[in-house]
């Protein structure tokens, strides 16, 4: 464990910087559980802060984490009555400076449901498992902050530091076998506390 550990040492400093000393077995994880178990719920995943705190990069590092399991949306295809886009991935990470309110909305719905009726254009509705993830950025601090920190948005309020992010970006994407195998041979920190593994009380405001 210990040379693995020496291996994804970059990764590990980030995702400290991501969630934060306090909670930074809580951040693993998370992260442990987006990797090795699909099926279980978890909160959204909202890193919120001003430009140039690596939200962008710590999407992509997420996306090439998971492989073909995530990828990006518009708020456009939330909002939209056709989910064609989500039979396909499983894992979905949002990038825009100020996210709806609407948008949010349909996003916690989506994100709790144990099923979800997808609808396509000129075919016919069909019902599917629900094991939606989703991973927002937004430069909209205050507004997340106040109104969406809660068991189901995990809001991790990034400072300029996390601009480790890019100093170490091709060495993150690197690392990810070793980090992959780290994670393999880690134990979760906790038990599940709720339907989403986190109670609120646990992953209350983050500060990275």
């Known amino acids: 464990m210990e040379n693995t550990t020496l291996k994804c040492g970059k990764t590990l400093q980030m995702i400290k910087r991501i969630f934060g000393a306090q909670h930074y077995e809580f951040g693993l994880d998370y992260i442990q559980l987006l990797v090795q178990n699909p099926t279980q719920k978890l909160p959204v995943l909202c890193l919120v802060g001003d430009k140039q705190t690596g939200k962008t990069a710590i999407l992509k590092w997420i996306k090439a984490l998971l492989f073909d ?3 990006y949306i518009r708020q456009e295809e939330i909002n939209s009555p056709f989910h064609g886009p989500f039979l ?10 100020q ?3 609407k948008t949010l909305g349909h996003i916690k719905m989506l994100n709790s449901s144990s099923t979800v009726v997808i609808n396509q254009r000129g075919k016919p509705m069909q019902e599917v498992e629900a094991n939606f993830k989703f991973i927002l950025a937004s430069n909209d601090s205050k507004n997340f902050v106040e109104k969406y920190n809660s068991s189901t948005f995990w ?3 990034l400072s300029p530091i996390c601009n480790i992010v890019f100093e170490y970006s091709n060495d993150l994407i690197n690392e990810i076998p070793q980090f992959i195998e780290y994670l393999k041979n880690r134990e979760l920190s906790i ?17 990275g």
């Open 88 to 97: 396909n991935y499983s894992v979905w990470g949002l990038d825009d400076v």
């Open 69 to 71: 399991r995530m990828s």
């Open 155 to 157: 809001v991790c309020e």
């Open 99 to 101: 996210i709806r309110k």
């Open 191 to 207: 038990e599940p506390q709720s339907s989403y593994f986190f109670s609120n009380g646990l992953i209350s405001q983050t500060n």
